[in-house]
């Protein structure tokens, strides 16, 4: 007999239904970002580092205002001085010999031929590629300056009613403007920069301002003009070269609408397209039908994945830095360096040369990419490491003289070592911290081709030279001769421990235990037994009496320092999990405590971002949401570009400048997905470590270990629906976010066991399922 149903039961019954339902339309709905996401001014910029951001990974722009006039900054990824670095490749370019120089303590050597030459030299470099200049009308205003993320689009209102939409196509390289209710001509001018004539010293040259450029010797480039179009072409070091072109219809109908592009030529490699030509052709057709097709792919882009939450800052923050993963990370284009296609617009060389440092910056700028449902740009960076492998090992017999595969921690273009702090620059292990990329691909989407073509061949090499590298001591243990930390100590002689540090030895470890599962994924369990017994022999992490992660067996954290470098096993590589229990929790607790204690003097606003991640993976949300916000507030500009220093001068970090990098900006991104969903420990966690203040928040489209989409909603500070689509047959386990559920829907996805507070499913590829909570 069916029971009758209060009113009070009714009333219940039917808040509980409609808060499913919202929840459900929201893991099923559009994942576009809403106009209160959109960077939004009342004027232009005056300087290019606050600019509005357009990008597509291998052109980009930033539009504001210099003297008066409105400036487009134009830069193409792969516009580089390529000359080899003079000094370094010298008889003594040797692993050996540092180790016997070390050994002696007579390091000025070092020093002199490896570290000064990248400060004393001006290439080899990324530089920039020149602007456009615009000449308006006397006495108008700015009036409005936004970035519309949704349609990656830059429009510009003037007080007098004139209106310029502006986009860098998503897919080609080519930038468009319209300029709209134009009453007289605005013609663009094409400045180039200047690459000859006096040097200007500006200040103190050094790595974070960079040198002038007339420093790289080049002749000055040829502008020349045409009817309606403005070419420049300038000649590099090598035969190198680019160009750039800007071409416009003339005004008509109280519009002009116009093109520029970017190309770069090297001696040697595949003939591109001139800019010239591309101008040309796009000309042909309209700034509506660029848009309609730059558009999609934007739609396609913002449809992968999406999260809400109740702090606007965060939220804001977090599709602010994937628009500009969008605009930086494409396949066939460079991967993201240092500042991508923004390189300064002042006369200079780019910070740190604009460079590809992979000690910690290039793998920050990808954190996001995995979690966030990326991959396709996540494989940009891939692709890169992969062309240029043949170089690496080059370096890996030039510099080490062993077989397998070393990358530097500090490169050109095309992979080659640039020097600098080598403890760094040349560090043995940096290969291994790339591994965790390849290994984060195949984990996130389980692509079994790519597992036997690219990430198990990567980890062979890697695990080779690391077994070459590596020797054992007097009591049988391995590690490295010598071995360093990430930035602890400079450049100093000190800076080198006879000890391996924690550092060197979570990217070993990890190497060795990933490459073990690789191994047995593909079938050879030879290999795997290998390289089990081989990580055997190497010692546990360096931990004090207090259970805190030290530097190295002989020095504890005890300085506040930007790069936390002796906590990689807890995050990025997870190999000590607050999973594995109290022991585990005790370590991470501690050692995230005594780094909240000694404080963050001297820590950069990537420090924060990475800061995040880490509470986050100790289930620390309140930390986590903390870190984020200081970000966000003192460490970016308005236009949202990490800075580095803290810009309020609040005492959040002594380090105050402001050189412009992007991986403190993904690694912000990556720590709010982290919150959001976890799936390193095996299983996937829901809102993991999301603050008690956050009652409602929604995530769509997370990508989980495993090759699986997650979507969730949580409403009154629980979790009331969970949605997942498994891409690959196999299994899923999740853990449970309440006790009792509903299937509310359920295609090619059957549960199988629940216990122990974890749910185990049985998926078929492309089967969904849709939980909801029932009590």
């Not at 440092?357 to 990326?374: E, K, R």
């Amino acid at each position: 007999m069916r029971n009758k149903m209060t009113g009070t039961d009714h009333n219940f019954f039917l808040k509980t239904t409609l808060t499913c339902l919202a929840a459900l339309s929201f893991l099923t709905g559009q994942a576009q970002p809403q106009e209160k996401h959109n960077l939004h001014f009342d004027k232009l910029a005056k300087v290019w580092d606050e600019a509005l951001p357009l990008g597509n990974g291998t052109v980009g722009a930033l539009i504001w205002e210099r003297e008066g006039k409105l400036r487009l900054s134009l830069d193409r990824a792969d516009i580089w001085d390529m000359r080899p670095m003079a000094g370094l490749h010298r008889e003594e370019f040797s692993y050996k010999w540092v180790q016997d120089q070390v050994r002696k303590k007579d390091y000025k050597p070092v020093q002199q031929y490896f570290d000064a030459p990248y400060d004393r030299e001006p290439a080899p470099s990324k530089i920039p590629a020149g602007a456009l200049e615009f000449a308006l009308p006397a006495g108008i205003e700015v009036t409005k300056a936004d970035v519309l993320l949704a349609s990656a689009t830059a429009v510009v209102e003037w007080s007098n009613g004139m209106v310029l939409k502006t986009f860098v196509h998503a897919t080609k390289p080519a930038g468009w403007f319209r300029f709209e209710h134009v009453s007289e001509n605005v013609m663009p001018e094409l400045i180039a920069p200047k690459y000859s004539g006096a040097v200007k010293e500006g200040g103190e040259v050094n790595s974070l301002v960079g040198d002038d450029l007339a420093r790289l010797g080049y002749k000055q480039g040829i502008i020349t003009r045409e009817a309606n179009s403005i070419t420049y072409r300038q000649e590099g070091w090598g035969g190198f070269s680019y160009e750039i072109a800007v071409k416009w219809k003339p005004l008509r109908n109280g519009i002009i609408e116009g093109v520029w592009s970017v190309s770069s030529h090297y001696p040697n490699a595949a003939a591109r397209p001139n800019a010239a030509a591309i101008t040309s052709d796009a000309l042909k057709g309209t700034y509506s039908t660029a848009y309609s097709s730059h558009v999609a792919w934007w739609q396609k882009f913002w449809n992968m994945s999406s999260i809400r939450v109740p702090d606007a800052l965060i939220e804001k923050q977090w599709y602010v830095e994937q628009y500009k993963f969008g605009s930086a990370a494409r396949r066939g284009a460079p991967p993201i360096s240092l500042q991508a296609v923004w390189t300064a617009d002042n006369g200079r060389i780019p910070p740190w040369k604009g460079d590809y440092h992979h000690d910690l910056n290039t793998q920050l700028s990808y954190w996001p990419a995995y979690s966030g449902n990326h991959l396709e740009e996540a494989l940009g960076y891939l692709d890169h490491l992969d062309e240029n492998k043949e170089n690496y090992q080059r370096y890996t017999k030039q510099y080490f003289g062993v077989e397998g595969l070393a990358v530097p921690g500090v490169t050109t273009l095309d992979g080659t070592e640039m020097g600098g702090w080598i403890q760094y620059s040349l560090s043995p292990t940096v290969s291994g911290w790339l591994a965790h990329h390849y290994y984060l691909q195949w984990r996130y989407g389980m692509d079994s081709d790519f597992l036997k073509d690219r990430a198990y061949p990567w980890f062979k090499q890697v695990c080779t030279f690391f077994e070459n590298i590596t020797i054992k001591n007097e009591k049988g243990i391995r590690q490295l001769p010598i071995s360093s930390s990430p930035e602890i100590r400079d450049n100093k002689l000190e800076a080198w421990f006879p000890q391996t540090t924690n550092y060197d030895l979570a990217l070993i470890r990890f190497a060795f235990g990933a490459g073990a599962e690789l191994a047995l994924a593909t079938g050879d369990r030879v290999q795997a037994q290998k390289w089990r017994e081989l990580l055997a022999e190497f010692p546990p992490f360096a931990f004090t009496e207090n259970s805190e992660l030290m530097f190295a067996p002989t020095l504890p954290y005890n300085e506040s320092h930007r790069h936390f470098s002796h906590l990689m096993a807890i995050h990025p590589l997870g190999l000590i999990k607050w999973e594995d229990g109290p022991e585990a929790q005790k370590m991470i607790g501690n050692t995230i405590a005594l780094l909240d204690k000694i404080g963050p003097d001297y820590w950069c606003g990537y420090s924060y971002s990475w800061l995040a991640n880490l509470k986050a993976r100790a289930k620390d949300g309140a930390g986590a949401q903390k870190a984020l916000e200081i970000f966000a507030k003192a460490f970016c500009l308005p236009n949202s570009f990490h800075a580095n220093g803290d810009q309020t001068k609040s005492g959040l970090s002594k380090f105050t400048y402001r050189p412009f990098t992007l991986e403190g900006n993904f690694a912000f991104a990556s720590g709010l997905q982290e919150m959001m969903l976890q799936s390193y420990a095996g299983f996937i966690e829901i809102m993991p470590a999301v603050p008690e203040v956050w009652k409602d928040a929604d995530f769509k489209d997370l990508r989980a270990e495993g090759a699986v989409l997650v979507s969730a909603a949580k409403r009154g500070g629980k979790v009331t629906s969970i949605g997942m689509t498994a891409e690959k047959e196999g299994e899923i386990v999740l853990k449970k976010p309440f006790e009792k559920y509903r299937v509310a829907s359920a295609k090619g996805i059957e549960i199988v066991k629940d216990e122990g507070g974890l749910l185990r499913l049985k998926c078929r590829a492309s089967g969904s399922i849709v939980l909801t909570r029932a009590e």
